[in-house]
């Protein structure tokens, strides 16, 4: 039996490397008063070099809340990492950006770039997703002794919201840290309209969790939480606000 757990856990980690999604990430702080600057000149960029048939895509993010808030999230999607081997200086959209957009940049923050793994076992969307601008973003540091505890929750509670199949309850979308993090890294985005639809999303938790006792046995929902919650770093649980810009992201 403990062999085929084993088993069951390489072959999870298998599928999320070789199948999901890969983006790159980084913060910027833009100079004061440079803000309007950024946003137009970084989406004429974007717009013009990082369309739907570019190898790889953009989409920028105003921080809103923690340390870094005021802040852009700059974070670039490709559909492996194979599509970030191109150097972003030498490319036409690379050129492009140090002459128009770097000049209102205060620090680009390349030394802390971190590149994320779509975890499609641990994510969900409703069949015609809303164009939602807010995300929720939950990032987890789980102890590498612990990484079963962890996942067993954030796959399962995936697996309750397709069985559940409410159509109003929020993308969530889950990406692993495959480079630049301190420690096994994950962050799960929750897309909302603004802050009463979160409210108003999580006053429907107890039948998702309800559905996840039908399925796992009754109690499990509450004792999986607790052990993903066990899993966790000191202080490995953090909870950050974005704001898409849609005019400086890909359409």
């Not at 971190?114 to 939950?138: F, K």
């Not at 397709?162 to 969530?172: C, E, L, W, Y």
């Not at 399925?215 to 000191?234: C, K």
Request: with cysteine; proline share 4%.
């Amino acid at each position: 039996i403990k062999m085929k757990k084993i088993i069951t856990l390489l072959a999870f980690f298998f599928v999320l490397s070789t199948y999901g999604q890969t983006a790159m990430s980084r913060t910027i702080d833009v100079r004061e008063g440079q803000m309007d600057k950024f946003i137009q000149m970084a989406g004429k960029k974007t717009k013009m070099y990082n369309g739907s048939d570019a190898d790889t895509q953009f989409y920028t993010w105003r921080i809103l809340t923690g340390p870094n808030a005021g802040k852009i999230w700059r974070v670039e999607v490709g559909e492996s990492l194979a599509s970030f081997d191109t150097d972003p200086y030498s490319s036409p959209g690379g050129k492009y950006w140090q002459k128009n957009v770097a000049p209102s940049i205060a620090d680009n923050n390349v030394t802390r770039t971190v590149t994320w793994q779509r975890a499609e076992g641990a994510s969900w969307s409703p069949d015609s997703p809303t164009n939602d601008l807010m995300r929720r973003a939950i990032f987890y540091t789980y102890k590498e002794s612990h990484e079963q505890d962890f996942w067993r929750y954030r796959t399962r509670i995936v697996e309750a919201r397709k069985a559940f199949n409410d159509q109003s309850r929020p993308a969530t979308s889950t990406w692993w840290c495959g480079s630049g993090c301190d420690g096994p890294t994950v962050v799960v985005f929750f897309s909302h309209s603004d802050y009463e639809d979160q409210l108003n999303d999580s006053q429907g938790n107890q039948a998702l969790w309800d559905k996840y006792d039908e399925i796992y046995g009754n109690g499990a929902h509450e004792q999986d939480v607790n052990r993903m919650v066990q899993s966790l770093t000191e202080n490995g649980q953090r909870i950050r606000h974005l704001m898409l810009i849609p005019d400086a992201s890909s359409d």
